[in-house]
């Protein structure tokens, strides 16, 4: 493997350059590879790549860029939403709570 230039620095591995900016090695290696980002995205030195793949929800007349927002701004925990999801309701149920706990 060849050396990694970064700025005016130089590092023998990806390992290196990630101890040296504060960054785990394995989450850096982590967005590389299961997230496609660049090494800079990976050490933080650039911005991530924007997330696309987030999907409108529209809840009684109000749209939400994203089921995480809507969660967030409707008082459900994350993993609430998650988990009832998974039950098989839909994410206007699971949001605003209209389902019956079987």
Do not use: C, D
């Not at 982590?30 to 980002?37: L, Q, S, V």
């Not at 089921?67 to 459900?76: I, R, T, Y």
């Amino acid at each position: 493997m060849s050396e990694l230039i970064i700025g005016n620095l130089t590092f023998a591995t990806r390992t290196e350059a990630a101890r040296h900016f504060g960054i785990n090695p394995k989450l850096v290696t982590e967005r590389m590879t299961k997230r496609g980002w660049t090494l800079e995205q990976a050490l933080e030195l650039k911005p991530s790549p924007s997330r696309v793949y987030a999907k409108k929800v529209v809840l009684n007349g109000v749209e939400y860029k994203s089921m995480h927002q809507a969660a967030k701004e409707l008082g459900v925990a994350q993993s609430t939403l998650m988990n009832r999801i998974k039950t098989g309701i839909t994410v206007e149920e699971a949001l605003l709570g209209s389902y019956v706990k079987s």
